[in-house]
Structures are given as C-alpha cells and as structure tokens.
C-alpha cells in the first residue's frame, strides 16, 4: 500500500486496535499454528484489515529509527509484559511526523495499557486466579495484580460485575474517586466508572467506600444497596435498582426511563453517534431490551413511542419526533 499516512476515515478505531493486539501478541514469540491462521483470517477476512495491518508494520519497523529511551528500552527489553506496555505507549504516542498517522487519537489508550479489556458492545467474562469471578461490560477495562499479602483490581474505565471469593488477603478495588474494600469475604457487586463519579450496586454481601478526597469515616455499604460517590464524598444510599448489572445476561433494563437517558445507555453498546430530538427526550420507556441487536430495539421504539428513526449512515443515527 502506498502514501505514509491514512485518513481517519481509512480504518475504525476497533480494527486499528485489532491490528495493534495481533502486532502485540507476535512481540510475544511465533504464534501456534492454531493463532497464525487465525491472523491470516483475520488479515484476509477484510480490506480494512489488510491497510490497518500494513500501517501497523510500517509504525514497528521505524521504532528502530526513534532516538527516545523508551523506545531503545523496548526493543532492547525482554519479551514480557514490561516490553508489551512500552511497545503499546510507542504506538499509541506515535513519533510526530515519522510516524505518519497517530493512534492516539483513535485507539482506547486505556484499554490497550489495561490487563483485561473489553470491545463497545461486548461483555466478558474472566475467571480470576483466585476464584473470583469477573465479568466486564462494553468497552470497559481493568488491571488486576495479586500478590502474597493482598488483591487489587484497579478500573480504569467503563463497568464490571463481579462475584469476589474468599480468601486470606483482602481485595480492594480502586476506581479514580476511591477505593473499595471488599475484605476477605465473598461479596458481588456492580461497580461502574462515570464521568467524575463512580457508581456502586452492591448485591451480596458489605463493603467499605473510601474517597480519594474525603477525610473521614468510610462509607459502609450493605447487600442491595447502591450510591454514587466523588473524590470527595458519597451522594445518598438508595436501594439498588431491580434491573442493576442485568447487562450481564445480555439485557438492559428500563422503568421508567427518559428516553434521552435511556439512548444514551444504548449508545454504549454501539459504535457511531446516537442522537435524541430533544422535543422527545421526556418520553418515558420501560421493558427489557436485548443488548445483542441494538438495531431491532431501534426498530422497537418505533412501535412503542411516537418516534421515528432516521439512519443517515450505519454510524450516525437520529431518533426523532414522529409528526
């Protein structure tokens, strides 16, 4: 492929990061056979794949011509997960014009650094090593470290479920308004990374919330109960809502809802702009919707709302007024 840069429009940010995990993974060692046709489907299941893996190779191929220590210590490190966090910052930093187009603009930085991530609209589940559960919801992302004396989960963005085991060193979990101490015991809860904010469904179980900011005594949370909280203090503890972390069964739940906020929990699980006519943002929905087919509960607005739906292109969607 020629020219040595690419329009924004060229490559999705979801296959730019595609080609930045297969690319990743190859720094590990050869890849099993069962992975190296795996690659090559992928590389050959679409064009866009074939310019976003050919872009991906030139960016490795000049990081041998950067003059900046990070990029010496990467490619003199060892094969470990040292060199794949440097290899990562390189490629999502890019190096100015030598690099041509620059991922950081494009790719979930937090979701390439972090241990465990998710893709927008996917939900996963992990099986932690020490029999704890973990399910993570749309583009959402976490580290995990465990050591000899403690268990810490950090959440860098977007949502997890989780169903802790017990075990004799106490888990906490930080988000970045504060930390949750969950203890030895079992405990399952929602935890949720917003814009300023965290929110905290807990569904089995006690924790303790310690804002980063917040002087005094922790908050104790109870089995069904739920709070937003900021660096510097909690909001008011409510009973947790009968359809918290149904996202996990593939579900969004609603009662009640405002459709503005309502589209814009769906927008989540979607790529591209989901736009709502504020002359119908009040309307009021309830029901429960599967995550899996956003465009059949686009289709269902229609029957239930006074709404019309306009798609200008599969990225860019309206819902509108129906008059």
Same mark, same amino acid.
């Given at each position: 492929?020629?020219?040595?840069?690419?329009?924004?429009?060229?490559?999705? $940010?979801?296959?730019?990061?595609?080609?930045?995990?297969?690319?990743?993974?190859?720094?590990?060692?050869?890849?099993? $056979?069962?992975?190296? *046709?795996?690659?090559?489907?992928? *590389?050959?299941?679409?064009?866009?794949?074939?310019?976003?893996?050919?872009?991906?190779?030139?960016?490795?191929?000049?990081?041998?011509?950067?003059?900046?220590?990070?990029?010496?210590?990467? *490619?003199?490190?060892?094969?470990?997960?040292?060199?794949?966090?440097?290899?990562?910052?390189?490629?999502?930093? @890019?190096?100015?014009?030598?690099?041509?187009?620059?991922?950081?603009?494009?790719?979930?930085?937090?979701?390439?650094?972090?241990?465990?991530?998710?893709?927008?609209?996917?939900?996963?589940?992990?099986?932690?090593?020490? @029999?704890?559960?973990?399910?993570?919801?749309?583009?959402?992302? !976490?580290?995990?470290?465990?050591?000899?004396?403690?268990?810490?989960?950090?959440?860098?963005?977007?949502?997890?479920?989780?169903?802790?085991?017990?075990?004799?060193?106490?888990?906490?979990?930080?988000?970045?308004? @504060?930390?949750?101490?969950?203890?030895?015991?079992?405990?399952?809860?929602?935890?949720?990374?917003?814009?300023?904010?965290?929110?905290?469904?807990?569904?089995?179980?006690?924790?303790?919330?310690?804002?980063?900011?917040?002087?005094?005594?922790?908050?104790?949370?109870?089995?069904?109960?739920?709070?937003?909280?900021?660096?510097?203090?909690?909001?008011?503890?409510?009973?947790?809502?009968?359809?918290?972390?149904?996202?996990?069964?593939?579900?969004?739940?609603?009662?009640?809802?405002?459709?503005?906020?309502?589209?814009?929990?769906?927008?989540?699980?979607?790529?591209?702009?989901?736009?709502?006519?504020?002359?119908?943002?009040?309307?009021?929905?309830? @029901?429960?919707?599967?995550?899996?087919?956003?465009?059949?509960?686009?289709?269902?607005?229609? !029957?239930? *709302?006074?709404?019309? !739906?306009?798609?200008?292109?599969?990225?860019?969607?309206?819902?509108?007024?129906? !008059?």
């Amino acid at each position: 492929m020629n020219g040595e840069s690419l329009n924004r429009s060229d490559i999705s $940010p979801a296959v730019a990061q595609q080609a930045v995990g297969w690319l990743i993974e190859m720094q590990d060692g050869a890849l099993s $056979p069962t992975r190296q *046709l795996a690659w090559q489907q992928w *590389l050959n299941g679409h064009p866009e794949h074939q310019r976003a893996w050919a872009h991906i190779q030139r960016v490795n191929q000049r990081l041998g011509g950067l003059s900046s220590p990070l990029a010496h210590a990467t *490619l003199g490190a060892p094969k470990s997960a040292g060199r794949r966090q440097a290899l990562k910052l390189l490629i999502l930093l @890019g190096g100015g014009s030598a690099l041509g187009w620059s991922l950081r603009d494009e790719l979930p930085v937090q979701a390439l650094l972090a241990d465990y991530s998710s893709r927008v609209g996917e939900q996963r589940k992990i099986a932690l090593d020490d @029999g704890s559960q973990l399910q993570l919801n749309t583009a959402s992302a !976490v580290d995990v470290h465990f050591d000899t004396q403690a268990r810490l989960i950090r959440l860098r963005q977007g949502e997890l479920l989780i169903s802790t085991a017990v075990d004799h060193r106490p888990l906490n979990l930080l988000t970045a308004e @504060g930390r949750i101490e969950a203890g030895n015991s079992a405990n399952r809860f929602n935890l949720r990374q917003l814009n300023g904010r965290t929110h905290l469904a807990l569904l089995a179980g006690s924790v303790q919330i310690i804002p980063h900011e917040h002087p005094g005594a922790p908050l104790l949370l109870k089995a069904r109960q739920q709070v937003s909280f900021e660096a510097n203090g909690w909001g008011k503890v409510q009973p947790v809502d009968a359809g918290n972390g149904a996202w996990a069964d593939g579900m969004l739940v609603a009662s009640r809802m405002r459709l503005a906020d309502f589209l814009l929990e769906l927008g989540r699980y979607r790529h591209g702009r989901l736009k709502c006519d504020e002359r119908i943002a009040d309307l009021l929905i309830s @029901g429960s919707y599967p995550l899996a087919d956003s465009e059949r509960i686009l289709d269902m607005l229609e !029957v239930a *709302l006074p709404v019309k !739906v306009r798609r200008y292109t599969r990225y860019w969607v309206s819902v509108q007024a129906n !008059v």
